[in-house]
């Protein structure tokens, strides 16, 4: 499904998370700091969890080539949400795979919560975190963001003013 996006001519396909989440999450972010920079261009947002779901089907189904070129054709490719979620050693490989067919050819976005030093661990295997890590630092621009959680803003305002009306009955 495509839908308009603010600029003429620029399509994406749908968001990588559903309407009920918060608008304002990494992917989400991404996506607009493309938008806004480079104008009209094609993406595909996924989760680290999806992508490696598809790939680990495709291959049961014998269609890993097509599932490898489907992820080789947009020009931008966001994955979110990786490390979030454990990822099978299967998983981990089939990502590689597609980090590595990108390379030098196309863009790649991922958000994570998890430190470079870490992916290692979050990966399983040391040498297909250092292989990744190789062929996507290079040439990059890593964005740090710190601060308090987008999620969690409401919930810290609700309890706030819980405080604040418990407060104002004692006095």
């Known amino acids: 499904m495509r839908r308009r996006a603010e600029r003429p001519g620029l399509s994406t396909k749908s968001s990588c998370h559903d309407s009920a ?3 304002r999450t990494a ?9 806004t920079s480079l104008g009209t261009f094609s993406s595909t947002p996924t989760t680290a969890a999806e992508l490696a779901a598809k790939c680990h089907k495709a291959d049961l189904e014998g269609r890993w080539k097509t599932c490898m070129r489907f ?10 949400e990786l490390g979030y979620l454990p990822l099978p050693e299967d998983g981990a490989s ?21 430190g470079i030093a870490d992916w290692a661990g979050a990966f399983g295997d040391a040498t297909v ?19 308090p959680s987008y999620r969690l803003r409401g919930h810290q305002n609700q309890a706030d003013a819980m405080r604040k009306g418990v407060n104002a009955r004692v006095s």
């Open 129 to 147: 975190a250092a292989a990744m890590l190789d062929r996507l630092l290079h040439r990059a621009a890593v964005a740090g963001i710190d601060g």
């Open 27 to 35: 992917c989400h972010l991404a996506e607009q700091f493309v938008r």
């Open 71 to 80: 992820f080789a054709g947009p020009k931008l490719l966001i994955i979110d």
């Open 94 to 114: 089939a990502l590689f795979q597609v980090i590595n067919q990108r390379y030098l050819k196309s863009s790649t976005i991922l958000t994570t919560n998890v």
């Open 21 to 23: 989440r918060a608008e």
